[in-house]
């Protein structure tokens, strides 16, 4: 799909991209992303999405997903580990869905890496969506947060292992809003940046760290939230002031 006007070269062209969770939200706008810049997109998703439908927590669906793309294309570039887990915390996740969740965010990053090691072009990349919960959290969110904890620190694993074969990048959310509302007052104003994220803030930086201009960057986190987690905020100071009682 290209948008490029005659004899212009698309930064990816004819590049294959694999995206997890690529149907909507984050991922839809880093499929289309590459897809504006000539790739080949592969996306595997629960939801219908044109290539592949299935579950990432299963290991058949994951090496069947991978044998497709590799006997479609022969090789792939880019894999993008975007696949949302699901959040649930200590006082309603079971065991089965706590692995679950890490099973989609952990295990199937990891397996899919190792599924299409062999067959990973010259200049491969792979970017791995966390969360600014690998650093923060909220109550009840231990799935989740465990998930995005987890897939920040394969990163500069397989960074390591994939030396001068993968560059292995990951990027850490913020709020992000998947239906790009414009926000305004307290919801913009706390935000150091000044406003709510949206996909295109993630998919830029993807397509960034798939290119050679990121040709020395590998083993590395990137978050991108607007500066939130860099801001030191206490009771009556600076203008914040807790709400709601005792305890958060």
Not at 47 to 58: K, P
Not at 100 to 113: E, K
Not at 214 to 220: L, M, R, Y
């Amino acid at each position: 799909m290209r948008t490029q006007s005659e004899g212009e070269s698309a930064m990816f062209e004819d590049k294959v991209a694999v995206v997890t969770g690529g149907a909507k939200g984050i991922g839809k706008a880093i499929t289309e992303a590459f897809r504006k810049e000539g790739a080949r997109v592969c996306v595997i998703d629960l939801l219908e999405n044109g290539y592949y439908v299935g579950d990432l927590a299963d290991q058949a669906v994951l090496e069947d997903f991978a044998r497709k793309v590799v006997s479609d294309y022969g090789h792939v570039d880019y894999l993008i580990n975007n696949a949302l887990p699901l959040m649930k915390g200590i006082d309603e996740c079971t065991y089965e869905e706590f692995n679950y969740a890490l099973r989609v965010g952990v295990t199937a990053p990891f397996y899919l890496a190792k599924l299409f090691a062999p067959h990973f072009a010259p200049g491969g990349a792979i970017v791995n969506i966390s969360s600014s919960r690998d650093r923060m959290s909220q109550p009840q969110t231990e799935s989740y947060t465990a998930a995005k904890g987890g897939i920040s620190a394969l990163t500069h694993a397989l960074a390591v292992s994939f030396a001068g074969r993968v560059r292995v990048n990951s990027i850490s959310p913020g709020w992000i809003d998947t239906d790009y509302t414009v926000y305004e007052g307290p919801d913009a104003v706390q935000q150091p940046a000044g406003r709510v994220g949206n996909p295109m803030d993630i998919a830029h930086m993807v397509l960034y760290l798939c290119s050679d201009k990121a040709g020395f960057i590998t083993g590395e986190n990137i978050c991108i939230d607007g500066g939130m987690t860099r801001q030191m905020i206490y009771h009556n100071d600076f203008g914040w002031t807790l709400q709601g009682g005792d305890r958060l």
